[in-house]
């Protein structure tokens, strides 16, 4: 189920930020995880632009 979310959430992810990558890490990434824990997640993307929010 939680693996389910995360893949839609990445979908949304590179749909709305075309990102170069995506990087899993903490409990989750070293696969030390618990039910509870969450997902830390780093984007690298080209731009530093966030659609909705207003950028300089």
Request: charge should be positive.
């Given at each position: 189920?939680?693996?389910?979310?995360?893949?839609?959430?990445?979908?949304?992810?590179?749909?709305?930020?075309?990102?170069?990558k995506?990087?899993?890490?903490?409990?989750?990434?070293?696969?030390?995880?618990?039910?509870?824990?969450?997902?830390?997640l780093?984007?690298?993307?080209?731009?530093?632009?966030?659609?909705?929010?207003?950028?300089?």
């Amino acid at each position: 189920m939680r693996d389910n979310i995360l893949n839609r959430l990445i979908k949304v992810i590179v749909e709305a930020l075309r990102p170069k990558k995506i990087i899993l890490f903490g409990s989750r990434g070293k696969g030390s995880y618990n039910y509870n824990s969450d997902y830390d997640l780093a984007i690298d993307t080209e731009k530093n632009r966030i659609p909705g929010k207003k950028n300089p």
